[in-house]
């Protein structure tokens, strides 16, 4: 009588008894020890904010336990063999990271995409001007960068976090109802510069470093005509096949 070994949950021990009622009743003790070829999964993105520490998690079943590698993985104090990898000030906007598992049955791996971004995207604009003017100034950046966000899904509005004076530079984060990429919000804004759709605005683009610890309340603008600008405005955004071999090892082969 054949056992129905479909999984590593039929591992453990069975008892066969055959008696026919003529003699001696005969009984056979077995221990069953399913091996499983590992199986990964891992989210196909995930994000994180600038300069912040990602935690990526792979998912592994297998057995024997199966043992882990993540590629890339470098730094003194990286551990690059356990189900979590930490990646400390994230600088690169976008990066792929693999985790592989292997075991003397099989080998298997997955890709995870590592995003600077999320539903918040920090910018740095830096615009020529006098700081009495800033209220009209950020009026005009809140009109523009609606423009070129119009039709992205989930865009909500700028808000400022701080600005300060000299030439003008705000630091602000750009809000949206789902989790986006830091360096496809650049693009965009990139490409509405060089197809002319911010206006006035000269603009230069470049990503902050960092989250603000404390985000401050956004400014409140005039509600007087925006006046004209007499200069350039320059914004820098800084199933399986079973081999069955006391104790006994199956190998579910998938």
């Avoid at 523009?144 to 039709?151: I, R």
């Avoid at 750009?174 to 002319?196: H, M, P």
Wanted: glycine fraction near 8%; include cysteine; charge should be positive.
């Amino acid at each position: 009588m054949p056992l129905n070994i479909t999984g590593e949950k039929d591992k453990g021990s069975y008892r066969c008894t055959a008696d026919n009622g003529v003699g001696k009743r005969l009984i056979k003790d077995v221990c069953v020890d399913v091996q499983v070829p590992p199986m990964v999964k891992l989210p196909s993105k995930v994000f994180v904010g600038r300069e912040q520490t990602a935690s990526l998690i792979c998912e592994v079943e297998g057995n024997p336990a199966p043992i882990i590698s993540w590629r890339p993985c470098y730094g003194q104090s990286v551990v690059c063999d356990k189900q979590y990898l930490n990646i400390s000030k994230v600088q690169t906007a976008r990066a792929n990271y693999t985790c592989k598992a292997t075991n003397p049955v099989g080998v298997d791996s997955a890709t995870t995409l590592l995003l600077i971004g999320g539903k918040n995207v920090y910018l740095r604009l830096s615009v020529s001007g006098n700081c009495d003017i800033k209220g009209s100034v950020w009026e005009i950046l809140q009109k523009e960068l609606g423009k070129v966000f119009t039709n992205t899904q989930g865009y909500s509005g700028a808000e400022m976090i701080v600005v300060r004076c000299g030439s003008l530079i705000f630091d602000v984060v750009l809000k949206f109802g789902i989790k986006v990429a830091e360096d496809d919000t650049i693009s965009i804004i990139q490409n509405a510069i060089v197809n002319g759709k911010l206006g006035e605005l000269s603009v230069n683009l470049s990503h902050t470093i960092g989250i603000p610890a404390v985000e401050q309340t956004t400014i409140t603008v005039p509600t007087s005509t925006t006046p004209k600008s007499n200069g350039v405005f320059q914004i820098h955004i800084d199933s399986s096949n079973i081999n069955l071999s006391a104790c006994y090892s199956v190998q579910l082969l998938f």
